[in-house]
């Protein structure tokens, strides 16, 4: 019996918006790593890309339960002794909100190369604005 290997074709893939307003951020970041891999599609191959391009919205409206927003922390190295630092949920959501979700999303991928793939297809905004207008995203509902 032989393996079958689907046929990706690269033209065919759709555009995915999702608005993260109200989300939990560890469910959005499944959600958004499923899209991206492509398992939501019947010919889901976990070596190949099949995964669709996905537009997160309103990315500093996120939603963290419990006491994370202070008591995370993201870490930092420069590769210098000493260079370690170290950010709080709320430090972070306060500069760079989009980075909340690209850490996230980048944790439910696969730890491979192929991840690295992955991770260019997604495009993470702090407002509701985003400059993918013309490859007409459809909205995706998450639970």
């Given amino acids: 019996m032989k393996t079958y290997l689907p046929k990706i074709d690269l033209q065919r893939r759709q555009w995915r918006l999702v608005d993260a307003t109200g989300k939990s951020l560890g469910r959005l970041a499944c959600a958004v790593a499923n899209i991206l891999r492509g398992r939501n599609k019947p010919i889901?191959?976990?070596?190949?890309?099949?995964?669709?391009?996905?537009?997160?919205?309103?990315?500093?409206k996120v939603r963290l339960t419990g006491?994370?927003?202070?008591?995370k922390e993201y870490m930092t190295y420069?590769?210098?002794r000493g260079g370690e630092k170290y950010k709080t949920v709320a430090q972070v959501r306060a500069t760079h909100?989009?980075?909340?979700?690209?850490?996230?999303?980048?944790g439910m991928l696969p730890k491979n190369r192929l991840s690295d793939r992955l991770?260019?297809?997604?495009?993470?905004?702090?407002?509701g604005d985003h400059?993918?207008?013309?490859?007409?995203?459809?909205p995706v509902t998450l639970n």
């Fill in 44 to 60: 889901f191959t976990p070596h190949l890309d099949a995964g669709d391009f996905v537009v997160v919205i309103n990315a500093e």
């Fill in 67 to 71: 006491r994370k927003e202070t008591d």
């Fill in 78 to 80: 420069s590769g210098w």
């Fill in 97 to 106: 909100p989009e980075r909340l979700v690209m850490h996230a999303v980048k």
């Fill in 119 to 127: 991770l260019t297809k997604l495009r993470v905004f702090k407002g």
């Fill in 131 to 138: 400059p993918y207008a013309a490859q007409q995203p459809q």
